[in-house]
Nanobody
Framework: QVQLVESGGGLVQAGGSLRLSCAAS????????MGWYRQPPGKQRELVAT???????NYADSVKGRFTVSRDNAKNTVYLQMNSLKPEDTAVYYC?????????WGQGTQVTVSS
């Protein structure tokens, strides 16, 4: 099992920045990709950004150039630096990790961007 604990959400004005963190524990040796998904109000969960164990990244088109995903393998932690936030970025953000067998999810952290 892998446990994921997020931190760093909150309320910010449009144009502002937030940094999310997610610490993994448990069977962390098996983790390949880590990253972030989000679920806006009334919508389905969607990809934000992922990063593999060797640093290969993938971003949703809507966040390219504004968000940066990074990973500290020594700390088993993944980060999401969010700049130039927009009201449409408002969502519950979920940390994600996978291994060859399954995906794991954090409990979610709310990000609210006011206009």
């Amino acid at each position: 099992q892998v446990q994921l604990v997020e931190s760093g959400g909150g309320l910010v004005q449009a144009g502002g920045s937030l940094r999310l963190s997610c610490a993994a524990s448990g069977r962390i040796f098996s983790i390949n990709a880590m990253g972030w998904y989000r679920q806006p109000p009334g919508k389905q969960r969607e990809l934000v950004a992922t990063i593999t164990s060797v640093g290969r990244t993938n971003y949703a088109d809507s966040v390219k150039g504004r968000f940066t995903v990074s990973r500290d393998n020594a700390k088993n932690t993944v980060y999401l630096q969010m700049n130039s936030l927009k009201p449409e970025d408002t969502a519950v953000y979920y940390c994600y990790a996978n291994n060859p067998y399954r995906a794991y999810w954090g409990q979610g952290t709310q990000v609210t961007v006011s206009s």
